[in-house]
């Protein structure tokens, strides 16, 4: 059986970094046109300040006024959007009800996120319940490599001891799957749960 390896972020959990902003910077933002402008001034596409707080290279009091510097926001304005980061990853309960049938079914399930420290640490914590349902993961932000580098995938195959063809990963960004099928994995362009699971049973890699 293959084992299955999800993407948190859009896929097991919420997320939607305007509504971010939008709660953080009610001041700046009114209509969804600031919205995606502050959205896009903070998480630079992941790349960026926001990439190198993913990769666990820099902590939360440098990435605030390394953010502020360049965009023109207040340092509490900037802490606002981090601190309402893992506030809005919540878990979604149709990627949860495909979580505990591929469970039940027997397969062993693994996580593999772009993701900083500190907010995996909320994470683990709140939903402690979520998490039980995997064997193990990788948190970028504890491993200092990121999405879609080659030496993500490798490390994580070695901690999930698994050999790359036997490893299937959901994810919602198609270049982040193409780097996992470049490394041997197998992989699905996550959309929504039920499609998600409907490309898994087409491929034979879950009955």
């Not at 049938?101 to 907010?119: E, I, K």
């Not at 683990?124 to 995938?153: D, M, N, T």
Request: aromatic share 8%; hydrophobic share 50%; glycine share 10%.
């Amino acid at each position: 059986m293959k084992r299955i390896v999800f993407d948190l972020g859009a896929v097991v959990l919420r997320w939607r970094p305007h509504e971010v902003v939008r709660a953080a910077l009610p001041a700046r933002v009114a209509t969804p046109a600031d919205a995606a402008h502050w959205a896009a001034q903070v998480f630079q596409g992941y790349g960026g300040d926001w990439g190198d707080y993913d990769r666990g290279t820099v902590a939360v009091p440098e990435l605030v006024a390394r953010i502020a510097a360049r965009t023109g926001l207040g340092a509490a304005e900037v802490q606002a959007v981090v601190d309402g980061v893992p506030e809005e990853l919540r878990p979604l309960p149709e990627t949860v009800a495909l979580i505990q049938r591929l469970r039940a079914a027997g397969h062993r399930l693994h996580y593999l996120s772009n993701m900083p420290a500190p907010c995996a640490d909320v994470l683990e914590q709140r939903e402690a319940a979520l998490f039980a349902h995997f064997e193990g993961g990788v948190f970028s932000g504890r491993v200092q490599r990121v999405k879609p580098e080659p030496g993500i995938y490798a490390l994580a195959a070695e901690r999930f001891g698994a050999a790359p063809g036997d490893l299937v990963f959901l994810d919602d960004h198609e270049p982040n799957i193409v780097a996992a099928r470049a490394a041997g994995w197998h992989g699905v362009h996550f959309q929504h749960a039920a499609q998600a699971e409907a490309a898994l049973r087409a491929a034979g890699w879950v009955g």
